[in-house]
């Protein structure tokens, strides 16, 4: 029984490690297979990178060539708006503070035809009184 019992043993681990050389040889297999495609993944996208690098490469010289181009033209446009702040900061200086004397007298002139309307605004309700008060005079009779 003994006997029957190690067989039965040697039998399921010759099973045993035939599967695993065999699963070993499969997994070998799909490796190899995807070494390859990613080999040929590689080399087909460094060349498109590669195709790009020289497109890259082309317009980095362009935009050297730009900025040769405007450089002086950007210089000479600040140095304009350079002189024109100076030309102008003091003109606007100036127009801005009469524009602030002008508000002060507008001001003080607002404030003198408001104390003339109050007063008028007192003599109308002075009249309107006295007209009232009189009697034998009705709003609307004439004399």
């Known amino acids: ?23 070993g ?3 070998d297999g799909l490796g190899s297979r995807l070494d390859g495609r990613i080999d040929s993944v590689s080399g087909e996208l460094g060349g ?14 362009r935009i050297d060539g730009l900025d040769e181009r405007w450089a002086g033209r950007i210089d000479q446009l600040t140095a304009r ?6 030309r102008w900061a003091g003109r606007i200086d100036q127009l801005s503070a009469r524009v602030d004397g002008l508000g002060e007298r507008l ?37």
């Open 1 to 23: 029984m003994t006997a029957v019992a190690w067989a039965a043993i040697a039998l399921m681990a010759t099973t045993l490690l035939g599967a695993l050389f065999y699963l």
């Open 107 to 143: 001001g003080a002139r607002i404030d003198g035809l408001s104390a003339r309307v109050d007063g008028l605004s007192t003599r109308v309700d002075g009249l309107t009184d006295a007209i009232a008060g009189r009697p034998g005079r009705r709003t609307g009779q004439s004399a």
């Open 81 to 86: 708006m350079d002189v024109l702040d100076e």
């Open 48 to 61: 498109r990178i590669d195709g790009l690098s020289g497109r890259v490469d082309g317009q980095s010289g």
């Open 25 to 27: 040889a499969k997994i």
